[in-house]
Nanobody, 123 residues
Framework: QVQLVESGGGLVQAGGSLRLSCAAS????????MGWFRQAPGKERDFVAA????????YYPDSSKGRFTISRDNAKNTVYLRMNSLKPEDTAVYYC????????????????WGQGTQVTVSS
C-alpha cells in the first residue's frame, strides 16, 4: 500500500520561501511520477508541479514557472517543492500525489495522495 506524507508548510510573509517535503512509502514509489497540487477553500484543485520517475523531467504551469522547483531524491523516497517569491494567492493546502502513469496537470490522473500541508502567505 502506497502512503504519502507531506510536511514543511507554515506561515510565511509575501516574498518569502518554503520547501515542502513528501515522504513516500515503499521503494516502488521511486518508479512513480510525482506531482504537487494545491486547493484553497471553495476552489478547484490546481496543478503546481510534476516530475518524472527518474527526476530528469519537470513540468510546471505558468503560475509556478520561475518561482517553484520540484525535485526528488529516490534514495530517500522523498519529493520536494521549493517555493520562492510567495504571494498571498499561493495560500492553500498543498498535496503530494503519485501516479504509475505519465505525469500531467490533471489531478484526476493521480492515484495516490497525501493528507496535505497548509501554506499560508501573509501580506
Amino acid at each position: 500500500q502506497v502512503q504519502l506524507v507531506e510536511s514543511g508548510g507554515g506561515l510565511v510573509q509575501a516574498g518569502g520561501s518554503l520547501r515542502l517535503s513528501c515522504a513516500a512509502s515503499g521503494r516502488i514509489v521511486s518508479t512513480y511520477a510525482m506531482g504537487w497540487f494545491r486547493q484553497a477553500p471553495g476552489k478547484e484543485r490546481d496543478f503546481v508541479a510534476a516530475i518524472s520517475w527518474n527526476g530528469r523531467s519537470a513540468y510546471y504551469p505558468d503560475s509556478s514557472k520561475g518561482r517553484f522547483t520540484i525535485s526528488r531524491d529516490n534514495a530517500k523516497n522523498t519529493v520536494y517543492l521549493r517555493m520562492n517569491s510567495l504571494k498571498p494567492e499561493d495560500t492553500a493546502v498543498y498535496y503530494c500525489a503519485a501516479t504509475e502513469d505519465l505525469y500531467g496537470n490533471n489531478w484526476r490522473a493521480y492515484k495516490y495522495w497525501g493528507q496535505g500541508t497548509q501554506v499560508t502567505v501573509s501580506s
